[in-house]
């Protein structure tokens, strides 16, 4: 594990920048078949997503691979319609998700935050319905609702544009600007990984998803843990201010 001293450099702490699938939930497939469901309905392509590599990628990215595998043309107007169509139809698949979960130490976690008046948001390739109604699943919506929220694969197809959207939302809320080795972000994938460093901004990756620790450190994590149960995770993000 590298010195996880560099994000502690502001006076305020860290802005600290979640993503979600990975790494605060599982979603047990929710996500896949609403997307899945919305591309029958609107195109009627069958198993859209099938060779879509899904982990780390942004919602928007997904939605125009899938339409470009299948032949068919992008437009934005389409893109949104599936946007649209998707977000209606994932709280009922959540909802019947059996294999929904938080991930073991998130609950606890965010509340200690809450309680420390932390500034924490999402960085994360769900759009921002998405995002809310799979945190909502697990009651946990309302701790980023009260802040400043962060970036979401709303704000902009690229991920490291949406990390770039989760520091103006931040310093927006902070009043001043901020330095990206003000923030970390908290991630589960080597697409995490590398756009947060294409702003400028560390990562503590959490082995939670489908990639291993080792995996995690080979592509660039600054802080690598196997959750955020674990008293390192909570020893970084958890610090007093």
Not at 48 to 70: H, N, P, Q, W
Not at 147 to 154: A, C, K, N, V
């Amino acid at each position: 594990m590298r010195n996880p001293l560099p994000v502690r450099e502001a006076e305020e702490g860290p802005v600290l920048l979640f993503d979600i699938d990975g790494t605060l939930i599982v979603s047990g497939g929710a996500g896949a078949r609403a997307l899945e469901q919305a591309f029958v309905e609107l195109t009627g392509i069958e198993r859209a997503l099938s060779g879509v590599k899904l982990d780390g990628a942004t919602d928007l990215a997904i939605i125009r691979e899938a339409l470009e595998s299948a032949g068919r043309e992008v437009t934005p107007e389409l893109m949104d319609q599936l946007v649209r169509r998707y977000t209606a139809l994932l709280p009922g698949e959540l909802e019947r998700a059996e294999g929904y979960r938080l991930l073991e130490g998130v609950e606890a976690l965010l509340e200690k935050l809450a309680s420390e008046l932390r500034d924490f948001g999402l960085c994360t390739g769900n759009v921002r319905e998405g995002a809310r109604a799979k945190l909502a699943r697990g009651g946990v919506w309302d701790h980023f609702a009260r802040g400043f929220e962060g970036g979401f694969g709303s704000d902009a197809e690229v991920r490291s544009d949406i990390v770039r959207a989760a520091l103006r939302r931040a310093e927006a809320h902070r009043g001043r600007p901020l330095r990206a080795m003000e923030a970390l972000v908290i991630g589960d994938t080597p697409r995490d990984v590398l756009a947060a460093h294409e702003v400028g901004v560390p990562v503590l990756a959490v082995a939670t998803g489908r990639y291993s620790a080792e995996e995690l450190r080979r592509a660039g994590a600054d802080m690598v843990v196997d959750s955020l149960a674990d008293p390192v995770a909570l020893e970084i993000l958890c610090v007093a201010a």
